[in-house]
């Protein structure tokens, strides 16, 4: 049986291998309240320090079998519970005005997808919709769940509801697609380590946004003498871990390598591809040259923070939906024809309240579920909430249950198994 709460040899050198920097001394912590132990590993290279959060044993194995060709499922949290009502919104649903309120979309924030439903603020993913590359999935949710943001995302990361999975759907799927010793290429975390990617004998890789990718040209410029420096150090009186952990290093200065190939134009992190100064946007601008530097990683997952809007959400909500869509448009751009073999899944831990609280919504349940790509089944999926049978808290009914969305997604994408993903799920078929 595995031992999840172990710092393991393998889980150190893999870890160890993306800071960029010296040898790191790994740190255990546990959050209250989580499915699972947490452990992070950071050191400080010089350019303000990285830092990855881990949370199982993982390999520093050879590289997997796979290629520049299979599917890449990029999973985009809209983190704090997005408003669904007002990302799509029922445009023709007369209920909609007289429940909500003073809190409807502006009709000028509005792109009409069809006679009954529009896109909130979002015209490139209106565009997509017209090409049939654009799925929403309406109702999503977890059917009795918790309104409390951790539970619900630990839920959604483990695509189980009994807190009985000590990894997540995305480390189950690296572990079927490329075995227990997979590549820690094959599924990476942008901007911060994420749970859903946890494997039971496997970590990935998480990649910060706002210093420069380790090993890539400028970090080496930035730190002359490393590459020196840790050389003598394979050359001197070091065997077993640290040097493995060193040599860990140098071997990814090939990866930084290839991904300052794959910039378009050679240019840097920051350069004239970025859409806007936002999170989303520089954690997309990372996956986009990971993609095209063809080293084999399979899953992505960044977030894209504050949809909690309990207040000041006429202001907030449609500014946090065009950096998404002006994040995604700069990304497809990016990639270029990697943009075909690309598909990506939004989800949000849970929708909110119907009514209007004076300035925002509060929690609620049902949300909804955007999936892009050329490889995506177009239009609606799901079955709408209706907004004459609210739950007792007034609350969207949750009619497409979330594993179902995510096994629908996942496995699809990723060509494992539905129950790799979740056993307990009925995939929702949203992928040719």
Known sequence: MTDYHRFSRRRFIGAAAITGGAVAVPLALSRAGGSSQQALLSADAGTGGSTIGDTTTSTAAPASDV????????????????????????????????????????SDNIEKLDDTWGLASMPYLASRWDVDELAVVHGVG??????????????????????????????????AIAGEQADPLTGVCVGGFSQALMGRSWSPFTLPIDTELPWTSEFVEANPGLVAGLQSMLDGPYEGLAGEVVSSHLQLKDVGERIDAARPDGEGRG?????????????????????????????????????????????????????????????????????????????????RRVAF????????????GLVLGSAVAGGHH????????????????????????????????LG??????????TPLEVLT
């Open 357 to 368: 609280n004076g300035s925002g919504t509060d929690h609620g349940a049902a949300s909804v």
């Open 271 to 351: 350069g004239s591809g970025r859409a806007n100064t936002g999170e989303i946007s520089r954690s997309l601008e990372v996956v986009a040259d990971v993609v095209n530097a063809d080293l084999g990683t399979r899953i992505f997952n960044v977030s894209h923070g504050g949809f909690d809007t309990h207040a000041n959400q006429l202001a907030s909500h449609p500014d946090l939906l065009t950096l998404l869509d002006d994040a995604l448009s700069a990304f497809h751009d990016r990639l270029g024809e990697n943009r075909e073999k690309v598909v990506v899944m939004v989800w949000t831990e849970f929708g």
């Open 142 to 175: 977890i059917r009795d769940g918790t309104l409390s943001h951790f539970e619900a995302v630990d839920m959604w990361n483990a695509a189980d509801t009994g807190n009985t999975m000590y990894d997540g759907w995305g480390g189950r799927a690296v572990e």
């Open 416 to 425: 494992v198994g539905p129950d790799v993903i979740s056993p307990s799920a």
């Open 382 to 413: 799901g079955e709408a909430p209706d907004l004459a049978a609210l739950d007792q808290a007034g609350n969207l009914p949750v009619t497409t249950d979330f594993r179902d969305y995510l096994t629908g997604v996942c496995s699809s994408a």
């Open 67 to 106: 290629t520049a060709t299979d599917t890449v499922l990029v999973a985009i949290h809209l983190d704090g519970g997005n408003d669904g009502l007002n990302t799509i919104v029922p445009t023709a649903d007369a209920l909609y005005r007289s429940l909500r309120g003073e809190g409807v979309v502006d």
